[in-house]
């Protein structure tokens, strides 16, 4: 886990991106040709949502973006919408399969590792249920509410790492005092 020299956190609360701080990061195509090829074949949607958890856990436990596309907060859940024009009109993707020019080997070791860790919890979930889970979870909901849009309503309101962060770091503090 990275010092306190690369805290993330903010005086706002926000995490910086990784430009911002000069990073090198994956990209969303590189982590869903990695999960396509450890847990493929899979739907499009089952894929958008282990995508948007593997950015979350990364951003908890690395302190620091997975990948630094922005993923958006659509009416069947987080969506990275790079990824979205890869597979669109799609409903399966076979194991392994290319999309656009993501390349698995681009991940570092630890990039790796927390993406294997959320397959391993996430993995064997429907895509259904993993889409009803992000409904109930704070990030995608704040991030509609401050775009105004209601149940099912079609938008592109982005989902800040920030929100993400704040909200699964909590998950672990309150695991934590539970023990």
């Not at 886990?1 to 910086?16: E, N, Q, S, Y």
């Not at 993923?71 to 076979?94: F, M, S, T």
């Not at 105004?148 to 998950?171: C, F, N, Q, T």
Request: charge should be negative; aromatic fraction near 8%; hydrophobic fraction near 35%.
């Amino acid at each position: 886990m990275a010092g306190d020299d690369a805290r993330l956190i903010g005086h706002t609360g926000g995490v910086r991106s990784a430009e911002e701080r000069g990073d090198q990061v994956a990209r969303v195509l590189d982590v869903a040709a990695y999960i396509l090829s450890r847990r493929g074949p899979m739907t499009a949607m089952k894929l958008q949502k282990l995508v948007y958890y593997s950015q979350a856990w990364n951003l908890v436990w690395e302190e620091k973006e997975l990948f630094g596309e922005a993923i958006e907060a659509w009416a069947n859940g987080p969506v990275v919408p790079e990824l979205y024009r890869c597979h669109r009109g799609r409903l399966n993707l076979a194991s392994g399969e290319q999309l656009g020019d993501g390349d698995p080997t681009r991940l570092q070791a630890d990039e790796r590792e927390t993406i294997d860790a959320v397959l391993d919890f996430y993995g064997d979930k429907p895509a259904h249920w993993l889409s009803e889970l992000t409904h109930r979870e704070q990030p995608w909901q704040r991030a509609r509410e401050d775009a105004r849009l209601r149940d099912g309503e079609r938008g592109k309101a982005v989902i800040p790492v920030g929100y993400m962060h704040e909200y699964y770091d909590g998950l672990t503090s309150a695991t934590a005092e539970e023990v």
